[in-house]
C-alpha cells in the first residue's frame, strides 16, 4: 500500500525557516517524480513545487520561489521542502503527492497533510 | 499561468440525482500528442484529496462508473449519474498541461 506521511508542520514566526519532511513507502520512490501543493484551511488547492524522480529538475510557484527550496533523498525515500524567509500567507496545509507518471502526471496519491502556522 | 475557472462553486443535490460541474481554461489543454491534460479530484470532509479521473475522461483506480468527465481544448466537465451521499465534498479540476500546474476554485456538492 502507496503511504506518503508528512511532518515537521509548526508554528513559526513571520522570517523564520521550517522544513517539511514526506517518507514514502509501498511503491519504488526513485521511479517517482514528487510534488508539494498546499491549503490554506477551508481554500482551494495551490500547488507549490515538484521534483523528478532523481532530483535533476525542480520549479516552484511564483509565490514560493526564491523562499522555498525542495530535494530528496532516494536512499531514505524522502522528500523535503525548506521554507525560509516565512510569511503569514504560507500558513496552509502541505502535502506531498505523487503522479504515477512523468513530471506533471495526475497526483495518484496524497499524503494527510501537515500543517505550518506562520504567525507572531 | 492557466486559469481553471469552476461552476457551479456549490452544487446542492438531492440523492439519486444527477449532477454536473464545468471546467473551463484559459487556454486549451490539448498537447500535440492528442491529449487534454485535465484531471478531477475529490476532497471528501476532512480528507486528502484524492484522484478521480485523469486525461479528461479516465476514472481512477476505484472510482465508481457513475462518475464521468468529458470534454475538450477548454471546456470540461465532471458528470455524477446518480449522486450519492458519500460522494460530498469539494471538486477540483487541475490542468497538468503545463508548469505550473493549476487548480480550479472547487465545487462544493451538498446533500439537500
Known amino acids: 500500500e502507496v503511504q506518503l506521511v508528512e511532518s515537521g508542520g509548526v508554528v513559526v514566526q513571520p522570517g523564520g525557516s521550517l522544513r517539511l519532511s514526506c517518507a514514502a513507502s509501498g511503491f519504488t520512490f526513485d521511479d517517482y517524480a514528487m510534488h508539494w501543493v498546499r491549503q490554506v484551511p477551508g481554500k482551494g488547492l495551490e500547488w507549490v513545487s515538484l521534483?523528478?524522480?532523481?532530483?535533476?529538475?525542480?520549479y516552484y510557484a511564483d509565490s514560493v520561489k526564491g523562499r522555498f527550496t525542495i530535494s530528496r533523498d532516494n536512499s531514505k525515500n524522502s522528500l523535503y521542502l525548506q521554507m525560509n524567509s516565512l510569511r503569514t500567507e504560507d500558513t496552509a496545509l502541505y502535502y506531498c503527492?505523487?503522479?504515477?507518471?512523468?513530471?506533471?502526471?495526475?497526483?495518484?496519491?496524497w499524503g494527510q497533510g501537515t500543517l505550518v502556522t506562520v504567525s507572531s | 499561468d492557466i486559469v481553471m475557472t469552476q461552476s457551479p462553486l456549490s452544487l446542492p443535490v438531492t440523492p439519486g440525482e444527477p449532477a454536473s460541474i464545468s471546467c473551463r481554461s484559459s487556454?486549451?489543454?490539448?498537447?500535440?500528442?492528442?491529449?487534454?491534460?485535465l484531471d478531477w479530484y475529490l476532497q471528501k470532509p476532512g480528507q486528502s484529496p484524492q484522484l478521480l479521473i485523469y486525461l479528461v475522461s479516465n476514472r481512477a483506480s476505484g472510482v465508481p462508473d457513475r462518475f464521468s468527465g468529458s470534454g475538450s481544448g477548454t471546456d470540461f466537465t465532471l458528470k455524477i449519474s446518480r449522486v450519492e451521499a458519500e460522494d460530498v465534498g469539494v471538486y477540483y479540476c487541475m490542468q497538468g498541461l503545463q508548469i505550473p500546474p493549476t487548480f480550479g476554485q472547487g465545487t462544493r456538492l451538498e446533500i439537500k
Open positions: 487556454q486549451s489543454l490539448l498537447h500535440s500528442d492528442g491529449h487534454n491534460y
Open positions: 503527492a505523487a503522479p504515477a507518471a512523468g513530471l506533471l502526471g495526475p497526483l495518484d496519491y
Open positions: 521534483i523528478s524522480w532523481d532530483g535533476g529538475v525542480t
